[in-house]
């Protein structure tokens, strides 16, 4: 199915490349949505696109203050991790939603915990494969108008189209 691509990689290295390169297909009011169990690589896909928006430095985990804000060059990047949150009214009252669709990418780790399902927005869904280090990437796009999946045919492990 077009719109289920499934990509593969085998180290943190070449996820970090792999997110780098949605890096780009990436525009204020997009959100990313990252689905998977605890150590599935989210966090790691999360520094990749921040790396290939050319925000550097440590990015240290949100679990505890939901939200850490980046920017580099002018654009922007929320860094949500909503594991913690126990409800969604929490994350209302905290104003996280003015963060996503709005002046920003926003990449949300456990977006469940707030029921979020914006548009636009890519759904990655990240799965453990055979290696230890192997990890299955399916992307559903929702709206992103930059999406170019063509440029990342090098991941890709489904049967082309
Ligand atoms: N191909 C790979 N891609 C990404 N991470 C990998 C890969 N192979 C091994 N790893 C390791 O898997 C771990 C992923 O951790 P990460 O913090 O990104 O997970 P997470 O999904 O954010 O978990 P959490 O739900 O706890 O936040 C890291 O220790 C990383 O080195
Ligand atoms: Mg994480």
């Known amino acids: 199915m077009t719109n289920h691509i499934q990509y593969e ?11 780098s390169s949605l890096s780009p297909m990436l525009s204020a009011g997009d959100a990313v949505l990252l689905e998977g169990d605890l150590g599935a690589g989210k966090s790691v896909l999360a520094r990749g696109i921040a790396r290939g928006m050319g925000i550097e430095g440590p990015m ?6 939901l939200m850490i ?14 594991y913690r949150l126990s409800d969604p009214d929490e994350y209302y009252a905290a104003g ?3 963060f996503v669709g709005g002046d920003g990418v926003a990449v949300v780790e456990w ?6 399902d914006p ?6 869904l ?21 999406y170019a999946p063509r440029t990342l045919t090098r991941w890709r492990c489904d049967d082309a189209e």
Do not use: C, K, W
């Open 126 to 146: 990240i799965e453990r494969g055979a290696g230890d280090d192997t990890r299955r990437f399916t992307i559903e796009n929702r709206g992103v108008a930059g």
């Open 111 to 116: 977006p469940g915990m707030a029921e979020l």
């Open 69 to 82: 804000p980046y920017e580099a060059n002018g654009h922007r990047l929320y860094h949500f991790d909503l």
């Open 96 to 98: 996280l939603d003015e």
């Open 119 to 124: 548009e636009p927005a890519l759904h990655i």
């Open 9 to 19: 990689t085998h180290s943190e290295q070449e996820t970090l490349a792999f997110a």
């Open 60 to 65: 240290p985990s949100p679990t505890f203050t």
